[in-house]
């Protein structure tokens, strides 16, 4: 079942895809970055997960204030349960309903039907519980309902990156995984709409597409900030992209509204490990406020540790720092 969505990633459009191009070629990886706009409209279809709760050691912010800001979901919590324990049993015993079981990070995702605070602090006391954390929100670069928040127009190109020429390097062994909103590299119509393939995407090869918001295995884009992001790399059209040649994983962790959870991120970084990816491409930023969850922390360092290259946003704020 889809989870409902309410991220806040805020992405990095152009420079990020750059970043992705300059990694294939020289093993470097870019620095995470800075938080966008939030939203709050989020989506109550449930999805298929499952918590476990515990000491909230990663000193994430537990005030009234930083959910509404939209730093972190006002429904939902993570969870880590002891390896005997039930996540459905713990659910009933609380009111709450499991979204998404545990999966490769171990965590899950509870609905909070009085408040993500309220169901940490009651969670916390549980001896089932292993740990309870906030679930961050986040959002993709631009918003074309907004259009003061969509990617500058300006656009640095191949001779002004110094990208070399399209079969200077052979790329064809490399996998570039795009957790974004999903990629227009097919033509599907399906209950949920109809989807057409990008022609400058047409010839790029697919591997292990994933729909972590709807979860199935049509990673199609309804929002077409995955679709630009993953043109700026691969694009094998009259705009060619800056690693023209690779193969594509698309990885679909944004919704319609460019919004989407943590735990599907998490997931999602695992997907692209399992699966072979050399480079994770992530357009997006969490907002002012946001602190790595342990789930986020083991899934960057398990990537670290089998050599995938991670290229995270900058952010599109304004903001000084980069951490």
Excluded at 182 to 197: H, I, K, P, R, W
């Amino acid at each position: 079942m889809p989870l409902p969505r309410n991220f806040a990633l805020a992405g990095l459009g152009i420079a990020g895809l750059l970043a992705a191009g300059a990694a294939l070629l020289d093993g470097r990886s870019t620095t995470p970055g800075e938080p966008a706009a939030e939203r709050s409209t989020a989506r109550t279809t449930p999805r298929g997960l499952t918590a476990s709760p515990a000491d909230d050691d990663h000193r994430a912010p537990s005030t009234a204030a930083s959910q509404e800001r939209g730093t972190y979901a006002t429904n939902l919590v993570m969870v880590r349960i002891a390896p005997d324990a039930s996540i459905d049993d713990l659910a009933r015993d609380y009111g709450a309903e499991v979204l998404r079981a545990p999966g490769a990070s171990g965590f899950a995702a509870l609905s909070a039907p009085d408040g993500a605070l309220a169901l940490r602090g009651a969670l916390q006391g549980d001896p089932r519980v292993k740990l309870v954390a906030p679930m961050g929100v986040f959002r993709g670069a631009g918003d074309r309902d907004d259009p003061s928040k969509r990617a500058h127009p300006s656009q640095w190109h191949l001779v002004g990156t110094r990208a070399p020429l399209s079969g200077t390097f052979d790329l064809s062994g490399i996998t570039v995984a795009v957790l974004d909103s999903g990629v227009a590299y097919e033509a599907l119509a399906d209950g949920s709409g109809t989807y057409a393939q990008a022609p400058s995407l047409a010839g790029v090869p697919i591997v292990a597409p994933y729909d972590f918001v709807n979860d199935d295995a049509h990673a199609n884009d309804d929002n077409q900030h995955g679709t630009h992001i993953a043109s700026i790399i691969a694009s094998d059209g009259a705009v060619e992209g800056v690693a023209a040649g690779v193969s594509l994983m698309p990885l679909k962790v944004l919704d319609a509204q460019n919004s989407g959870y943590e735990l599907d991120l998490v997931e999602a970084i695992y997907w692209a490990i399992e699966n072979g990816a050399d480079v994770v491409n992530m357009s997006l930023s969490f907002p002012i406020g946001y602190v790595p969850s342990l789930a986020l922390q083991e899934a960057l360092s398990a990537a670290e540790a089998a050599g995938v290259v991670m290229v995270a946003a900058a952010g599109n704020d304004g903001v000084f720092d980069v951490t």
